[in-house]
């Protein structure tokens, strides 16, 4: 008696779930396999690795690496390039070329190439495909093809606690100062000062930070508010119902004054007819409290 067709279509579909399961789940490991830490460095000799730093699988062209100093806590995502030395198998002499402070986030597909030294400091983030290098090619000989000239090469420093957005180009000689912004796509080259923001092919700044005055011209959204220290995760569940609840209150009596007519008003402490809410979401998560708790 043949078998219902339901029946190889579903023993069909069940192989090609476990398939995939089995697939993903193998790619799983070989990523966490070959991924580059200082107690797994694979086929690469850094100068340093530092602790708790990561660099994804698969890297990018890696070369130069003896002349690598990578420091703790970096995460180097996928993809990301990373190299010393205009070509592999140079004797770049005794001091590091390339140098990543603790804490940088390289973005995928990133590429960094230091001909000659490149300093990245403290804390720098990186967006995705961000393009850093020391060299770049020269064309003073009309005659001949600018990729068969001579390039030029100048070093760049990178100054600490910078963040550098998606696709942005960082030329030779560049000198960015501290918590600098480049915004995506931006072309830089030249110095940047400490606390200011470029933007633009070539990259200008469009705004800088004054003691007195703060940030000119002023920032157009309010900072965020940092979720308070000892806040539980209960209690930040809480503040979330919390402020449906809220958001419900308020539709409750937007229909309310819709379908009578009036106006709703001194009921709360604030007179608009709700509660008053606490100055602000952290100051609500404070006195939230925690569900089990007596």
Partial sequence: MPMNKNVFSSMAAWRRRAVSRAVHGGARWVRQAAA???????PYRFRRIGHGTRLAYPQGTVF???WIEIGDHCIIAQDVTLTAGMMPDLDLGAEPILTLGNGVVLGRGSHVIADVRLTIG?????????????TNHSYDDPEVPVGKQWPRADPVTIGPGSWIGTGAV?????RLGRNVVVAAGSVVRGEVPDHAVVAGA????????DPEAGWQPPLRTPA???IPEGVSPE?????????DAAVETDRA????????GTEMGGTGADGTGTAAAPRSSADAAKNLPVRGAR
């Fill in 36 to 42: 580059v830490t200082a107690e797994r460095p694979g």
């Fill in 64 to 66: 130069g690496d003896p």
């Fill in 122 to 134: 403290d804390d720098c983030f990186f967006g995705p495909g961000v393009y850093i290098t020391t």
């Fill in 170 to 174: 960082i030329l030779p000689g560049a």
């Fill in 202 to 209: 070539p990259a200008k700044v469009v705004r800088s930070w």
């Fill in 224 to 226: 965020p508010v940092p």
């Fill in 235 to 243: 209690q930040l569940l809480a503040l979330a119902e919390w402020q």
């Fill in 253 to 260: 009596g937007v229909d309310a004054m819709k379908t009578d």
